[in-house]
């Protein structure tokens, strides 16, 4: 069987550009590593601390001398079983193609620096 010498020039064409593809595969997934460590450690800083509330002005009533609220009507519930309402269906699992990257990194052998 005789295999033409573009046929051969054209397989060797494919294998390179296949082994660009893998380096630049292992690239994206190092970049998506570093990406996930930055925004982990942007969610570790601590936030401020909110504002304390300001004091009343000495022309305001303290809580103590401020009359009560009247109270809230609620419209009667009827009775009857709170869980009348559809049962809560079990989500589907995802499609492998939409699995967190997470998961792909604890499963192949690419190091994520």
Do not use: C, W
């Not at 593809?21 to 996930?36: D, N, P, R, S, T």
């Not at 009667?76 to 699992?93: D, R």
């Amino acid at each position: 069987m005789e295999v033409s010498k573009e046929t051969v020039q054209a397989s060797f064409e494919l294998n390179r550009i296949a082994e660009e593809l893998v380096e630049i595969k292992i690239a994206l997934f190092q970049l998506v590593g570093m990406l996930h460590q930055q925004l982990q450690q942007n969610q570790e800083i601590p936030t401020p601390p909110m504002e304390e509330p300001s004091l009343p002005e000495p022309s305001e009533p303290l809580p103590a001398d401020r009359p009560e609220p009247e109270p809230i009507e609620r419209p009667e519930t009827e009775p009857g079983h709170p869980n009348e309402s559809e049962p809560i269906k079990k989500p589907e699992p995802l499609p492998d193609n939409l699995k967190p990257v997470s998961n792909y990194f604890s499963q192949s052998k690419i190091k994520v620096i």
